[in-house]
């Protein structure tokens, strides 16, 4: 198996642990925590998803889509949520992705979103 393959058969197992890495590209990572603003319904995504707005504080408001129609909109709206977003943009039917949100999966797919303590402010760096 190449390491495409085995890259591919990873991401489709999330049971199984992912191989070991360098520290440094986890902390490569921008994570922080967003206040979502705005949750629209997104028909044209192949998977059933919605356009999120987020602030991020200092770095800002940022857009994505995610997979998160287990949550009805106006259980989003104002939530607290972890993003990481220094991962490059991202086309997603023509909607551009500017953070990846940050949740569990259960066993069925459903995501779990992660949330940081109430007393969490927009932009807070996650280390």
């Given at each position: ?69 287990n949550y009805r909109p106006e259980e989003l709206k104002d939530r607290l949520v972890i993003g990481v977003i ?34 969490a402010v927009p932009g807070d760096v996650i280390g």
């Amino acid at each position: 198996m190449n390491d495409s393959e085995q890259s591919e058969q990873m991401s489709d197992d999330r049971t199984t642990p992912k191989p070991q890495t360098d520290p440094a590209h986890f902390f490569s990572t921008d994570i922080r925590v967003g206040r979502i603003l705005t949750v629209e319904e997104f028909p044209a995504a192949r998977k059933p998803a919605y356009k999120i707005t987020a602030d991020f504080g200092p770095a800002g408001v940022l857009a994505t889509s995610a997979q998160v129609t287990n949550y009805r909109p106006e259980e989003l709206k104002d939530r607290l949520v972890i993003g990481v977003i220094n991962l490059g943009k991202k086309r997603i039917a023509g909607f551009t992705s500017e953070f990846l949100i940050l949740g569990s999966y259960d066993a069925d797919g459903a995501v779990h979103l992660l949330s940081p303590e109430p007393v969490a402010v927009p932009g807070d760096v996650i280390g």
